[in-house]
Structure formats: structure tokens, C-alpha cells
């Protein structure tokens, strides 16, 4: 119950919605080696004032994580390369009623699809907070790079 305390307190700190909080790359991530975001497509297009990605998360590593969640759909943030670096376009809200850890055992997937506000054309990856069930080990992991037209 404390590690879930813990884990709701980080996303509400966490989720808010700038584009000035530059994210780089999280080395601790290779902790999570088998953890994995990836996206359904390598280009979206933008339509009606939004862009909707579809996506999935995957534990493929030997371990129990818990992943930050929203009525159980995974709480993604979307990140716009800018230049060499990388900053908060947007992320999920979720009201505290909703927020509840995700706890995926190994090999279990979980899929989401998520709309934004449309961010504009550019190139973006996907953000997940991801810890172990001990909550000893954080990190934030990414999807592979893709585009948005």
C-alpha cells in the first residue's frame, strides 16, 4: 500500500502539462532492459484538432513492474524532439479517483490508445514512468522516435 501511495504522489506531482520541462535521455531506463513502449505506426496524422496514438507496453524482462496508469491505461506522456533534445509537448490527466498503479508480470502487455490536443507536425517519442513492484528501482522509459503529420 506505501508503494502505491508513493507511486500516486509521483503522478500527480508529475503530471503536469508545460512544454518547458526538457526531458533527456534516463541511463537508469537500462534497468528496465525488456520493458518496452512501442507505438502502433511510425507516422500519425493529425485530424478534427487531435492526434491519436495507438500503443502498447510490454514486460518481456524477468521482472514484476508497475507502471503509472490511468483508469487502467498506461499514463503516457508525448515528447517533441527539439533539436538534439527532447521537452513535454503534452501528457495524460488523470483525476485521483482514477489513479491506480498498473502492475504488469512478466510477459504481460497492456495497449492504449491515446488522443492530444494536435501538438503540430514534428518528429516525438512517448514517456511511461516505470518502477519495480519494490519500488526500489524508477525510471522513464520511452517508445521508439516517430512522426506526426
Known amino acids: 500500500m506505501r508503494s502505491a501511495s508513493i507511486l500516486v504522489a509521483l503522478l500527480l506531482a508529475g503530471c503536469s502539462r508545460t512544454g518547458e520541462n526538457v526531458i533527456g535521455t534516463v541511463s537508469r531506463a537500462m534497468v528496465f532492459r525488456g520493458v518496452a513502449v512501442v507505438t502502433t505506426s511510425g507516422a500519425y496524422q493529425r ?13 518481456a524482462s524477468a521482472d514484476t513492474v508497475v507502471v503509472a496508469s490511468c483508469a487502467a491505461i498506461p499514463t ?28 504488469l508480470a512478466p510477459g504481460e502487455t497492456v495497449n492504449a490508445t491515446v488522443s492530444w490536443p ?17 519500488n526500489d528501482n524508477s525510471a522513464t522509459i520511452h517508445s521508439p522516435e516517430f512522426a506526426v503529420q
Not at 47 to 59: E, L, P, T, Y
Not at 118 to 134: I, M, N
Open 118 to 134: 494536435d501538438p503540430g507536425a514534428g518528429r516525438f517519442r512517448l514517456g511511461l514512468y516505470v518502477t519495480t513492484k519494490t
Open 47 to 59: 485530424s478534427d484538432g487531435r492526434v491519436v496514438v495507438g500503443a502498447f507496453v510490454r514486460n
Open 76 to 103: 503516457l506522456s508525448l515528447e517533441r524532439r527539439t533539436g538534439s533534445a527532447w521537452e513535454v509537448a503534452d501528457a495524460m490527466y488523470c483525476l485521483a479517483v482514477n489513479t491506480a498503479a498498473l502492475v
